[in-house]
């Protein structure tokens, strides 16, 4: 069923960076910035004990704890558990995303999709978040750029463990909703087609956005939408490139994803508009996408994000957008409602 209504509003805010993604953030400048969310009106918060191996999830608890409970909407994850126990961050095995939390909390992080895992999972992240209940779960990148060609397996031990829990948690009315959180279109894909358990929303990370999105309109949108499962748009900065940052991906970004973003730029500066605008305002302009979530660190990044959101972007930037092919041609653009 559809969870859109219950997002209140278009922008949420993503923590990833908030796990001290890519630096040591100080306490006190992550707290802000959630603050500074909130006081922007953003009501949607997404986390995951992944995030600097809890830290995230202490961060947004702690700030969250002066505001009323229902006053806000919480998705946090599950398929890592966090441990009291030890290991050192720089060598963890992330896949493609290798040390973008070694500045977080070194406690070991455990892979786990059963069923038994999801519920510690989920009590452990109701204490760190310091709250009772959460409304949406995600299963965390059950995908390639993770488990490689084990990925597959992963995913059976999620259908039959991860997905089947939050299935019967949504029913029972514990939780509002449940889908995946990842960085590839296989696993969402894969999800869509299966008779049970049904999911209600998905977080796309990173596979629709003004890089990378035609893959993600052949059949996981259309797909979605035809099933009433809500998009939330993840990484919609691409990690930072779309947004004046240096990342593409979690990494330092390539010569040619500069040249491209650079391209983009020319064409914004010519009509008087920010990358940042346009890349928001690109995600959500497909029907399919409930709300978009972009991550930030400092509270000076959400005033941005506000501003960007009601820029007013003319339909010639997206027409020549369109012209230079550096959006697809099927891809729904803000101005063709205009
Ligand atoms: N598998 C999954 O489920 C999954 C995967 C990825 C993301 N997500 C979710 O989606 C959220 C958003 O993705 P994301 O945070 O990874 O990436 P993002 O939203 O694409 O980009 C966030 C980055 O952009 C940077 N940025 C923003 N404005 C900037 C500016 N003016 N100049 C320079 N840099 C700027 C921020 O830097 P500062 O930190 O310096 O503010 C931050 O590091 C995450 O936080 C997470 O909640 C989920």
Same mark, same amino acid.
């Not at 969870?3 to 923590?15: A, E, N, P």
């Not at 760190?128 to 390639?144: E, G, P, S």
């Not at 500069?258 to 890349?279: D, Y």
């Not at 660190?297 to 339909?315: C, F, G, Q, V, W």
């Given at each position: 069923?559809?969870?859109?209504?219950?997002?209140?509003?278009? =922008? +949420?805010?993503?923590?990833?960076?908030?796990?001290?993604?890519? $630096?040591?953030?100080?306490?006190?400048?992550?707290?802000?910035?959630?603050?500074? #969310?909130?006081?922007?009106?953003?009501?949607?918060?997404? %986390?995951?004990?992944?995030?600097?191996?809890?830290?995230?999830?202490?961060?947004?608890?702690?700030?969250?704890?002066?505001?009323?409970?229902?006053?806000?909407? =919480?998705? %946090?994850?599950?398929?890592? /558990?966090?441990?009291?126990?030890?290991?050192?961050?720089?060598?963890?095995?992330?896949?493609?995303?290798?040390?973008?939390?070694?500045?977080?909390?070194?406690?070991?992080?455990?892979?786990?999709?059963?069923?038994? #895992?999801?519920?510690?999972?989920?009590?452990?992240?109701?204490?760190?978040?310091? %709250?009772?209940?959460? !409304?949406?779960?995600?299963?965390?990148?059950?995908?390639?750029?993770?488990?490689? !060609? !084990?990925?597959?397996?992963?995913?059976?031990?999620?259908?039959?463990?991860?997905?089947? %829990?939050?299935? $019967?948690? $949504?029913?029972?009315? @514990?939780?509002?909703?449940?889908?995946?959180?990842?960085?590839?279109?296989?696993?969402?894909?894969?999800?869509?087609?299966?008779?049970?358990?049904?999911?209600? @929303?998905?977080? =796309?990370?990173?596979?629709?956005?003004?890089?990378?999105?035609?893959?993600?309109?052949?059949?996981?949108?259309?797909?979605? #939408?035809?099933?009433? /499962?809500?998009?939330?748009? +993840?990484?919609?900065?691409?990690?930072?490139?779309? #947004?004046? +940052?240096?990342?593409?991906?979690?990494?330092?970004?390539?010569?040619?994803?500069?040249?491209?973003?650079?391209?983009?730029?020319?064409?914004?500066?010519?009509?008087?508009?920010?990358?940042?605008?346009?890349?928001?305002?690109?995600?959500?302009?497909?029907?399919? /996408?409930?709300? @978009?979530?972009?991550?930030?660190?400092?509270?000076?990044?959400?005033?941005?994000?506000?501003?960007?959101?009601?820029?007013?972007?003319?339909?010639?930037?997206?027409?020549?957008?369109?012209?230079?092919?550096? @959006?697809?041609?099927?891809?729904?653009?803000?101005?063709?409602?205009?």
């Amino acid at each position: 069923m559809s969870i859109r209504h219950k997002l209140q509003g278009k =922008l +949420g805010f993503g923590t990833a960076p908030l796990g001290n993604m890519f $630096r040591n953030i100080p306490e006190a400048e992550a707290l802000a910035t959630v603050d500074a #969310a909130w006081e922007q009106g953003i009501r949607y918060f997404d %986390t995951a004990p992944l995030y600097g191996a809890g830290l995230a999830e202490l961060r947004l608890g702690e700030a969250l704890a002066k505001r009323k409970r229902e006053d806000y909407v =919480l998705s %946090t994850k599950v398929g890592r /558990v966090i441990l009291d126990e030890i290991e050192d961050p720089a060598k963890r095995e992330m896949g493609e995303k290798g040390g973008v939390f070694e500045h977080g909390r070194p406690n070991k992080i455990v892979n786990d999709y059963s069923a038994d #895992a999801t519920l510690r999972s989920i009590e452990d992240s109701l204490k760190r978040l310091k %709250t009772d209940h959460l !409304d949406l779960v995600f299963v965390h990148d059950v995908a390639q750029d993770f488990y490689g !060609d !084990d990925w597959l397996r992963q995913f059976e031990i999620a259908r039959t463990g991860a997905f089947r %829990t939050l299935d $019967r948690l $949504r029913d029972e009315g @514990v939780i509002k909703g449940w889908g995946l959180g990842v960085n590839r279109v296989e696993p969402v894909e894969v999800l869509l087609d299966l008779n049970e358990p049904k999911p209600d @929303v998905m977080l =796309l990370a990173g596979r629709y956005t003004l890089l990378d999105h035609e893959r993600s309109l052949q059949r996981l949108l259309p797909a979605a #939408a035809q099933r009433g /499962v809500d998009i939330v748009v +993840g990484g919609p900065y691409s990690s930072g490139i779309l #947004a004046g +940052g240096t990342h593409f991906e979690y990494q330092k970004a390539s010569p040619e994803i500069i040249a491209r973003v650079e391209r983009i730029k020319a064409i914004a500066q010519k009509h008087g508009i920010s990358v940042k605008a346009a890349a928001l305002q690109f995600a959500l302009a497909h029907p399919a /996408v409930a709300s @978009v979530i972009p991550g930030a660190s400092r509270p000076e990044r959400i005033t941005e994000d506000h501003a960007a959101l009601n820029e007013k972007i003319p339909a010639a930037f997206w027409q020549e957008m369109r012209e230079q092919k550096l @959006v697809a041609a099927g891809a729904p653009l803000p101005g063709d409602k205009a």
